[in-house]
């Protein structure tokens, strides 16, 4: 079964609202959870690490005030993607890790249009 | 940091032909390697993982890759394709204590009937 469910799969939105996306560890918890985006036929660019209790780690060139990344339990990390604007439409998945350099587990990915 | 190269955009074969698809990855200790599979709109599958001992690992759907420390390549293999594996497939590479992983940027696989 899964291990990691994400949510919503599709949203279409407004600019300038704002989108919240969900990614859940089903079977362990997870201190660490990562968000990565997606551009059409481009590979992963990871944008930050998701620290459960703790202030997320944003890769250079990702804005944090934009995107904000909270990580309240073991098994719940969400990003926000504050007043979306047309260029932030793309496919963002999270993943999850058991520790150390053990298999990632990926969610299936949220696919955002902003219009 | 690491660093993976995956040098093929894009890969057309005939249904039935042998696959192989390249890695090239950059990291100063042992690196953990890992292949994955991504369908349309879809999130990432692992084919297989190497992150020490025999230096050939198998993984899922046929799918195995070989890890060559010597040419920093750990390339992925599968004798007989089927249309099924027409996909996107990323090479990546991993490092530390719960890091994250670095993705290539992936080639896409057509397979022809």
């Known amino acids: 079964g899964a291990v990691v469910s994400q949510h919503p799969s599709r949203v279409i939105c407004k600019s300038g609202t704002s989108v919240k996306i969900e990614c859940r560890s089903l079977?362990?918890?997870?201190?660490?959870m990562f968000w990565y985006r997606q551009f059409p036929k481009k590979s992963l660019m990871l944008m930050a690490t998701s620290n459960e209790g703790s202030k997320a780690t944003y890769e250079q060139g990702v804005e944090k005030d934009k995107f904000l990344i909270n990580h309240a339990s073991l098994t719940l990390s969400t990003l926000t993607v504050t007043s979306a604007h047309p260029e932030d439409s793309s496919f963002y998945i999270c993943s999850v890790q058991r520790g150390g350099n053990t298999e990632a587990f990926f969610g299936q990915g949220t696919r955002l249009t902003v219009v | 940091a690491q660093s993976v190269t995956q040098p093929d955009i894009h890969i057309t074969v005939s249904e039935g032909a042998s696959l192989e698809l390249r890695c090239n990855y950059s990291y100063g200790a042992t690196p953990y390697l890992f292949w994955y599979v991504q369908s349309p709109g879809q999130g990432l599958q692992l084919l297989l993982k190497?992150?020490?001992?025999?230096?050939l690992v198998q993984g899922i759907k046929g799918f195995e890759a070989e890890f060559k420390r010597s040419q920093s390549s750990f390339n992925l293999r599968k004798p007989s394709v089927h249309w099924s594996d027409a996909a996107e497939y990323f090479c990546?590479?991993?490092?530390?204590?719960?890091?994250?992983?670095?993705f290539g940027a992936g080639t896409r696989l057509t397979v022809k009937p």
């Open positions: 079977d362990f918890q997870a201190t660490t």
């Open positions: 190497y992150f020490s001992g025999d230096t």
């Open positions: 990546a590479v991993g490092a530390g204590n719960n890091n994250d992983m670095r």
